[in-house]
């Protein structure tokens, strides 16, 4: 194994080790002496495993360190989330890129779900993941009637 340059989510941290994941690939990989992480941060860095074993890795050079802001709006979704959901059934995703940066998604639920539902996407630590690969720098949540409408942002 070599060094690895990608965006990474810190998934957990204590005071000795944190534990990253690759936000492209999915590769956990567990950090010893870490400069402060906090889960939930996102990384651009450099890793490099650290020998003789190469189960625990380093962090080589730390080029971006922010976080993703997730908001659960209270603004009502908008007339592309609104198409997007028409005639869709519960439980499926509809994705559209953005002009420019960033997607937005579509999930229809049942009734009376959508509240439970974007509460569940602002939780999952994969929302977090999902932003930082598509670039954005928040998430903005709405509800409609069946349906979560979810903003991966730039600026």
Do not use: C, K
């Amino acid at each position: 194994m070599s060094e690895t340059t990608g965006t990474f989510l810190v998934t957990e941290t204590d005071p000795e080790s944190a534990v990253l994941r690759d936000v492209e690939t999915g590769q956990i990989h567990p950090i010893e002496d870490h400069p402060d992480l906090e889960p939930g941060e996102i990384l651009t860095a450099t890793i490099a495993p650290v020998p003789p074993m190469a189960v625990v890795w380093e962090l080589r050079e730390l080029e971006d360190r922010r976080t993703i802001e997730l908001i659960d709006s209270d603004l009502s979704p908008t007339r592309q989330a609104e198409r997007m959901a028409e005639g869709e059934p519960p439980g499926e995703v509809v994705r559209e890129e953005r002009a420019g940066t960033g997607e937005v998604h579509v999930v229809t639920v049942p009734p009376g779900e959508a509240e439970r539902t974007a509460q569940e996407v602002l939780d999952d630590e994969a929302t977090i993941a999902r932003a930082a690969r598509l670039g954005a720098v928040r998430v903005e949540v709405r509800t409609g009637e069946g349906f979560v409408n979810v903003r991966y942002l730039p600026d």
